[in-house]
Every structure is written in C-alpha cells, then in structure tokens.
C-alpha cells in the first residue's frame, strides 16, 4: 500500500493531496500546474512539505510529526525522467550494472537476466546511449532503476518527449512492468490514454488538491475530474477474430466491437478506451449506418452540465459506457433513467493508443 499525505504552502499555490492507493501502478493525472510533480518531488526528498508523512507498507520515507524525512538517497527510489539520462560512456549493459551497484546488499534484486528479457534489450547490451533510439533509451533507463532494488518506483513523464510511434513501442513495457514485477510504481502523465492503459489506481489533481481517486474507468468516466472533452469509458473484450478486411472483431459484456487490426493474438483480454464524445445515442436500433459497433444498454444516469452538454450514463452488458450529448438532443429523445437505448461507437474512433492488455488478464487468455 502506497502512503501519501502533503501539505504545503508556495507564495502563489498550496498543495493538499492525501491518498492510499493499492500495489501497481499508481498515475498521478492532471493538467499542468495541477502538483503532479510537486508531490513527486516531496516523494523523492526533493521538497520538503511543510506537513505530510510517504510511506509504502512498513517503509517510511517521510513523517513530520515523527521527525522522519530520509534523504533522496536513502529513500530506495527507482527514478524514470522524461529522458533516459544513461551515461554516454557507458554500454548498456554497463548503465544496467550501474542501477546495480546501487542496491543494497541485502536487498530482494530483481534477475539481470529476467529484466533484460522483459524490456527486449538483449540486442542492445553492447551498444552506447548514442546509438539507441529514444524509445530505446527508455527501455534501459526502466531496466537501470528496477535493477537498482527499490522499494518505490516513480516515472516522472516518461513518454512525454517520444513521438507517438516510439510511445506505442514502450507502452507495452510498462504494462509488462505493471504486471510482472512487485515493486510499487507512482506514475505522472497528463495524457488519458497512458491513464486507461496503465494505471491500477488514478488519482487527479486540481490547483493542488485531490479531485478524484479511482480506477480508470471510475476516474476517466467522472466528468467533474475529467471535463466534459476528457470524460471517457473503458472497457474489457476478448480477441474473437481478425478479419481479412483489417478489422478485429472482439467480443465485450455489452456485444461484439469491431475495431482496426489489434496487435494481439486471438483469445488474448484487452482493454480499449472509448472517450464520451465519440459515442451516439439512438433509442431505437438504427439501420444502414456506416458505424459497425452498436450496443443495446439502459440509462443509469443523466448528468445536465453548464453548458449545452450533457453526460448520459448507461449500462451495457454490466460496463459503464458514457456518452456526452447536447441537451436538446436529450430533451428531444425524452431520454430518462431506466430506458433502452443503442450506443453507437465508430470503429475507427478506437487508436491504438486506446488499446492495451487490461490490470488482469482470464486465467485461460493467452498472453496479449
């Protein structure tokens, strides 16, 4: 269990976030200037809060009214920057041995060997930082911080400054890294789509406060963290089927999705993000639309913003699917709590930034 309370006054900004989350990956989100950073900062001993305890389970980095504040150095931190950071001088089995050396003696250490395998580097150990892409580089930067035994990993931005191609080639790393290693992560990104893909627990933040705490589909789907543009769904399927047309049909508690070619074997778990905004609603099943994905549900909850917008809630198949709507549209459906209605959702509204293999996959799902 991951341990955190803050309090602490700037001249033009005070932070109070207090949080539990439990083991996995923990995504700090919000918009810059939210605290994203100023929480790890006081996490890693960077910033000293003027109130606040950092523990995970009996490890107590931080407690100001025990008189607790460990040094960054003592604290057994696992750090990703937004930049590999390796040393140019060293190969990369050099910057691994590097994260090593640091470890206490005693310490549990993850196998050289099983890192190297899980983050795909083995081609890579003879080479120099300069002759690895960035994608790369991030790759060994995860490796030299796991190898370094700690207790907490943080990853500040990791993916911010890769474009999307090598975002999707590390992506899948961090969900191996979530999956496969004990060693809790507290993660900063302001991107929902790393949100819905990686995180065990999110926490949002606002002007420094705590405006939300949740799973993804709890918290993306909440329109007061999120913002009505952010609000979105996320949903769990099987690979049914890939198609010879370029589709993959897979198959969902609320029905069959079709969606581009995903990059998984047939009978593997994924789960796709669907943001509110990209979803119709139809009271009636409609026919001869172009859209492949329509999905029988009943409205739960219908929530009237400021504006022209509204959220409507519905429940497919045991799912919760969000649609973001204009009011007149739901006045002129007469929309109520407790009513049918087919969502539907374009299959080309689904990228592959939205689609990742879920916290838990079926004991009988292959591997994603």
Same mark, same amino acid.
């Given at each position: ?196 893909? *990686?995180?065990? #627990? =999110?926490?949002?933040? $606002?002007? !420094? @406060? ?8 709890? +918290?993306? &789907? ?72 329509? *999905?029988?549900? #009943? =409205?739960?909850?219908? $929530?009237? !913003? @400021? ?8 429940? +497919?198949? &045991? ?50």
């Amino acid at each position: 269990m991951l341990e955190v309370s803050l309090r602490h006054a700037f001249e033009d900004f005070t932070l109070d976030v207090e949080f539990n989350a439990p083991p996995g990956v923990t995504v700090l989100f919000g918009r810059s200037g939210s605290g994203k950073t100023t929480v790890v900062n006081a996490v890693a001993g960077l910033l000293t809060p003027d109130v606040g305890r950092v523990a995970t389970d009996d490890w107590v980095l931080l407690d100001t009214t025990q008189r607790i504040r460990l040094k960054p150095h003592h604290r057994r931190l696992g750090y990703i920057f937004q930049e590999g950071r390796l040393f140019p001088h060293l190969t990369v089995k050099q910057n691994l041995a590097y994260g090593a050396w640091f470890a206490p003696r005693h310490a549990p250490r993850e196998d050289m060997s099983h890192v190297v395998e899980m983050l795909g580097i083995g081609p890579l150990l003879n080479r120099r930082p300069g002759a690895l892409s960035g994608g790369e580089k991030q790759r060994v930067a995860i490796g030299r911080a796991l190898l370094a035994a700690p207790r907490l990993i943080l990853a500040d931005e990791p993916l911010a400054a890769l474009d999307d191609a090598r975002k999707a080639e590390i992506l899948p790393y961090f969900e191996r890294l979530r999956d496969e290693v004990s060693v809790p992560i507290l993660y900063v990104s302001h991107s929902a789509s790393e949100v819905a893909r *990686l995180a065990t #627990t =999110v926490v949002a933040l $606002r002007d !420094g @406060q705590v405006a939300a705490v949740g799973t993804p589909g709890e +918290v993306l &789907g909440d329109v007061g963290a999120m913002g009505a543009r952010g609000a979105a769904s996320v949903l769990k399927a099987r690979v049914a089927r890939h198609h010879a047309d370029g589709l993959s049909e897979l198959s969902a508690a609320a029905g069959p999705l079709w969606l581009p070619r995903i990059d998984a074997p047939e009978g593997a778990m994924i789960q796709l993000r669907i943001t509110a905004q990209d979803v119709i609603l139809s009271r009636a099943r409609p026919e001869g639309l172009s859209a492949l994905n329509i *999905l029988k549900g #009943t =409205v739960t909850e219908i $929530r009237a !913003g @400021q504006g022209p917008g509204m959220m409507v809630l519905l429940d +497919v198949g &045991g799912d919760r699917l969000s649609a973001r709507i204009t009011r007149r549209s739901a006045e002129a459906m007469a929309l109520a709590v407790g009513q049918s209605c087919h969502a539907i959702v374009k299959t080309v509204s689904v990228g592959p930034e939205d689609v990742g293999r879920p916290l838990q996959k079926a004991a009988d799902a292959p591997e994603p």
